[in-house]
């Protein structure tokens, strides 16, 4: 009887689809317990706070820049969506500044943060404080190098292209060596249009 | 990188996102295959309905996004209480009396599954909607948004001819929640997921075979460059536009089938869908219009004498290939053929090889596509002038060059139930032969997906990097709501009427109206700044500020930093800098 209960096609189509459906249940808790996982390590675990490379996929200051009255501005890539608001703390040898930090509204893996402006050559302890509890997310060793103008040099054939090592900032930890900072394509761009 | 791994990291980093359009898309899809299988009941399998409504889905989705704009911006808050009341009631109605519970068979849970995890690892690499368009259609989408949260204004008038996209985005952002970026980006790779097995219902019924069916829907996911490559381009409204298409289509299939008794439900369904395909892009009308022409002509050769059918087809295909000649003399027209002999080379020649029993095996559908695939092209060269559009054409070169996949992958579909029959005719080991032909065929589209097929973002179109956002938010933070700012763009070449007046942002510039309402004007990225003419151009145009994104068509920033007495820089990063304009008497 349950030979012939099982024999028939539909009854084996039932069963795979009752298959698949524990194994879409399976993967969907796995997936909500991982989630919770990633937030339970960011809350407890300080994080090591570096430059990033050219694929940012762990939290990692992108890039430093400045204005016309002298502020600093800080772009850092942050992975986890869910990832506490936070401001930073830059302790040099002539004291503690505070930069408040913004989350891009419509992509949240960028933050902004802007504040007093760093001197050159100065060493700088950076971290990264919850804005709810003041807890240390993230802190890292920096050195701000230089702060160059960014050039665009014309290519052989004309076309515009960044030139290679012309960055607008450099910094160096004191672990690591420099990386270069945010780097664009340099391919050509369309032309016609839609390529 | 690993296209697995950035897949599922993109789902469980969004996992609402995802939730939230793959509801919608079921609720759709529930709604348009209830009718369908009330009156058809079991002529149909369980794939062929799936497949239905993985193409119609859109209409009810598009008729409740523009029933829900329409009741919010006349009673407000309580439409939408209705809405969803109705959009649940309807929902359950539909499952219960039109028995259509199964959205997807079984056999095809795995593709779906392995599509979707493939599809979204495109969002791992992706910061914002690509290339300029999305930018538009994000501004456009805020723009509805607003009257949705009562801080829109005046009447709801949109400049812009393709609505039916934006009105789903804004639709389902409010209903759910969502950012304006996510829906873009999730909903696109979403339609990506979906619209393959849409062909499954016209092949299936054409050539009787699971098999081909099967194949259709492999090349159409996964064998061209097209149509994921919309994406690449920002054109989210062409991408769907192509579920109504599909849909359409079948419709006309069905009715064309059951030409004794036509059931009025067809040619409402029909109705529906032209209407929901133009109103999300305009051109479908062209499509449709092409395909009715192409269809009377299928039957007007039907009624010939053999020998003349074989020589209409004859005049049709040498029609086709002159055109192709054209096309490929043409500097803006050119790019169709780079980009499937550049990107599918190879499955160009199995389809090729495989038209050839399409041709034997299925002569009147093959002809049918090559009339339409004729008439397509022809699109391209006829100029109409539209007021405040300047001329344009019928049909413009991406939109061809995304709607080529289509014959493409019913040629492959077809020719390979041909090569069926063909083989089923040898005498020696029949069903053998079958078999290692449909392993080859899969394989190889297979193989040359996982060599050729790129998941990731093109480099050609991301032309806003992570430093454009935070420029993006200083300005937002420190510059007064009513400045302008000037921005960079080249020409835009689509068609060979364009005039030089028609320009596309070139970098992240193109964002500024969008994300922070600051008013932009454009100058082509090769503009002199040594020149004083170009100084007093940037004055009468009124900007305040300048723009100079890290793209190569970007504004030349050692220009603009060798002339600190009219350009001040103001903010710079790696890729951005930005200038105030000084001098302007």
């Known amino acids: 009887m349950i030979q012939q209960r099982f024999a028939s096609r539909k009854s084996i189509l039932l069963v795979l689809a009752g298959i698949l459906l524990l194994a879409l249940l399976a993967l969907t808790w796995r997936i909500i317990s991982l989630q919770k996982e990633a937030s339970e390590i960011v809350a407890e675990k300080v994080l090591k706070l570096r430059y990033c490379g050219a694929n940012p996929d762990e939290l990692c200051i992108l890039s430093f820049g400045r204005d016309a009255e002298e502020n600093l501005a800080v772009s850092l890539f942050v992975p986890d969506r869910k ?21 891009n509204k419509e992509v949240s893996t960028s933050v902004f943060c802007y504040g007093e402006m760093v001197n050159l050559q100065e060493k ?5 404080l919850a804005e709810k509890d003041d807890r240390l997310l993230a802190a890292g060793n920096l050195t701000l190098n ?49 390529p | 990188m690993n296209v697995w791994a950035d897949g599922l990291s993109v789902i469980v980093d969004r996992a609402w996102v995802v939730f939230s359009i793959f509801a919608t898309i079921i609720w759709g899809q529930v709604l348009i295959v209830a009718p369908l299988r009330k009156h058809f009941r079991s002529r149909f399998t369980n794939a062929e309905y799936a497949s239905l409504g993985m193409a119609g889905w859109i209409l009810p989705v598009a008729f409740g996004a523009v029933l829900l704009f329409a009741g919010s911006y006349l009673f407000g808050d309580i439409a939408e209480l209705i809405f969803t009341l109705l959009a649940v009631t309807v929902f359950i109605s539909a499952l219960v009396y039109g028995k259509s519970y199964q959205v997807i068979t079984p056999a095809w849970m795995p593709i779906f599954l392995i599509s979707v995890i493939l599809q979204f690892s495109f969002l791992d690499k992706t910061i914002l909607p690509l290339y300029f368009d999305s930018a538009e259609h994000y501004r456009i989408i805020k723009f509805l948004t607003g009257y949705y949260e009562l801080t829109g204004s005046g009447q709801p008038l949109i400049n812009y001819y393709h609505v039916g996209f934006h009105f789903i985005s804004a639709a389902v952002a409010h209903l759910f929640q969502l950012g304006i970026v996510d829906i873009m980006l999730v909903f696109g790779q979403a339609v990506l997921v979906v619209l393959p097995f849409s062909l499954f219902f016209i092949i299936k019924q054409e050539t009787q075979s699971n098999m081909a069916a099967a194949f259709a829907c492999l090349l159409a996911g996964i064998g061209w460059h097209m149509p994921a490559h919309l994406v690449n381009w920002g054109k989210y409204p062409a991408l769907f536009s192509l579920p109504g298409i599909l849909f359409v289509f079948s419709i006309g299939y069905l009715l064309f089938q059951n030409k004794k008794s036509r059931p009025s439900i067809l040619y409402l369904l029909m109705g529906f869908g032209i209407l929901i395909s133009v109103l999300i892009h305009s051109r479908s009308l062209v499509v449709f219009f092409f395909s009715a022409i192409s269809l009377y002509l299928t039957f007007w050769r039907k009624r010939l004498p053999p020998i003349y059918q074989h020589l209409v087809f004859g005049i049709v295909l040498f029609i086709f290939m002159i055109e192709i000649g054209y096309v490929h003399k043409s500097a803006a027209l050119s790019p169709l053929l780079d980009g499937y002999l550049r ?30 695939l004729s008439f397509l092209v022809l699109g391209l060269f006829v100029p109409v002038h539209l007021p405040g559009f300047g001329t344009l054409t019928l049909l413009d070169r991406p939109y061809v060059q995304m709607l080529f996949y289509l014959p493409l992958s019913i040629f492959g579909g077809l020719g390979l139930a041909g090569l069926y029959r063909f083989l089923q005719g040898f005498y020696y080991y029949p069903k053998q032969l079958t078999r290692l032909a449909a392993f080859l065929m899969f394989g190889f589209v297979i193989l040359n997906a996982m060599v050729n097929h790129d998941f990731y973002p093109s480099d050609c179109c991301q032309i806003v990097s992570r430093d454009d956002l935070t420029a993006l938010q200083w300005m937002d933070k420190t510059l007064p709501s009513d400045v302008s700012v000037l921005i960079a763009s080249a020409d835009l070449f689509v068609t060979s009427f364009e005039s030089p007046a028609a320009q596309a942002g070139v970098d992240g510039g193109v964002w500024i109206s969008a994300l922070i309402s600051r008013k932009t004007f454009s100058l082509p990225g090769e503009a002199d700044f040594y020149q004083s003419q170009t100084h007093a ?49």
């Open chain 2, 537 to 585: 151009e940037v004055c009468k145009l009124g900007a305040d500020y300048i723009y100079a994104g890290g793209m190569p068509q970007s504004f030349n920033v050692q220009q603009l930093d060798e002339q600190d007495n009219w350009y001040l820089p103001v903010f710079s990063l790696p890729a951005v800098k930005i200038y105030r304009v000084n001098g302007c008497e």
């Open chain 1, 146 to 194: 230089a702060i160059l103008l960014s050039t665009q040099s014309q290519g052989s054939d004309g076309t515009p292209t960044l030139a290679a090592g012309a960055t607008a900032e450099t910094l160096t930890s004191t672990a690591e060596t420099p990386i270069a900072a945010t780097l664009t394509p340099q391919l050509s761009y369309p032309n016609p249009s839609y």
């Open chain 1, 83 to 103: 990832f506490p608001d936070f401001y930073l703390k830059i302790k040099r040898i002539t004291g503690e500044s505070v930069y408040e930090c913004e989350k």
């Open chain 1, 124 to 128: 700088m302890e950076v971290s990264l």
């Open chain 2, 343 to 372: 990107n599918d080379l190879w499955m160009i020649i199995l389809a090729a090889a495989l038209t050839l029993f399409s041709i034997r095996f299925f002569t009147d559908l093959t002809f049918l596509l090559f009339a339409s």
